[in-house]
T-cell receptor, first 116, second 112 residues
Framework: GAVVSQHPSRVICKSGTSVKIECRSL??????MFWYRQFPKQSLMLMAT?????????EQGVEKDKFLINHASLTLSTLTVTSAHPEDSSFYIC????????????FGPGTRLTVL | GENVEQHPSTLSVQEGDSAVIKCTYS??????FPWYKQELGKGPQLIID?????GEKKDQRIAVTLNKTAKHFSLHITETQPEDSAVYFC???????????FGTGTSLTVIP
């Protein structure tokens, strides 16, 4: 149980294009989903928190117009990197939280984005 | 406060020896402390967690201890195996929703 998937697992795109990454909780409903980015040999950096049906809350320094997050259902959240540039190349990881007292988060396998 | 100090940053042990990784936090409201294992190119995988009402938890070769007074918690891996080699992250939740604060990671290498 508690499986989270991400699609695609890796993507290469040209500078200026937009890329959409999907995060799905496969066997539970996620009241909250989180998006992280991770640079090589570094820790996870929280980008934004999204609750189903409401606007995402972005961390300081994260451009909400560049990283569009949609959490349309309790099992799906999407992150769209708009007008991607080489500096956006990174490993993007989502997590999903069932909510309630447990405070657990289950992570997806990550998406490697390379912007040429 | 979201500060989480994790030590050591790298750790090499001989197969069969024990490995200990320690994290120190600052927020006294923290109530949930998970540990994640991340292999290269993959997402973090929860390996063990502990809540603030418990001092120690064990699952086969893995154990976690929590000292709320000193505000630190540790991961203990006994009888290490080469497949334990990975990067390990501690995290904690402050209780304000589900937001996690992550440690800086420890790269563990188990030498056969």
């Amino acid at each position: 149980g508690a499986v989270v998937s991400q699609h695609p697992s890796r993507v290469i795109c040209k500078s200026g294009t937009s890329v959409k990454i999907e995060c799905r909780s496969l066997d539970f409903q996620a009241t909250t989903m989180f998006w992280y980015r991770q640079f090589p040999k570094q820790s996870l950096m929280l980008m934004a928190t999204s609750n189903e049906g409401s606007k995402a809350t972005y961390e300081q320094g994260v451009e909400k117009d560049k990283f569009l997050i949609n959490h349309a259902s309790l099992t799906l959240s999407t992150l769209t990197v708009t007008s991607a540039h080489p500096e956006d190349s990174s490993f993007y990881i989502c997590s999903a939280a069932p909510g309630g007292y447990n405070n657990e988060q289950f992570f997806g396998p990550g998406t490697r984005l390379t912007v040429l | 406060g979201e500060n989480v100090e994790q030590h050591p940053s790298t750790l090499s042990v001989q197969e069969g020896d024990s490995a200990v990784i320690k994290c120190t936090y600052s927020d006294s409201a923290s109530n949930y402390f998970p540990w994640y294992k991340q292999e290269l190119g993959k997402g973090p995988q929860l390996i063990i967690d502990i809540r603030s009402n418990v001092g120690e938890k064990k699952d086969q070769r893995i154990a976690v201890t929590l000292n709320k007074t000193a505000k630190h918690f540790s991961l203990h891996i006994t009888e290490t195996q080469p497949e334990d080699s990975a990067v390990y992250f501690c995290a904690y939740s402050s209780g304000n929703g589900n937001q996690f604060y992550f440690g800086t990671g420890t790269s563990l290498t188990v030498i056969p």
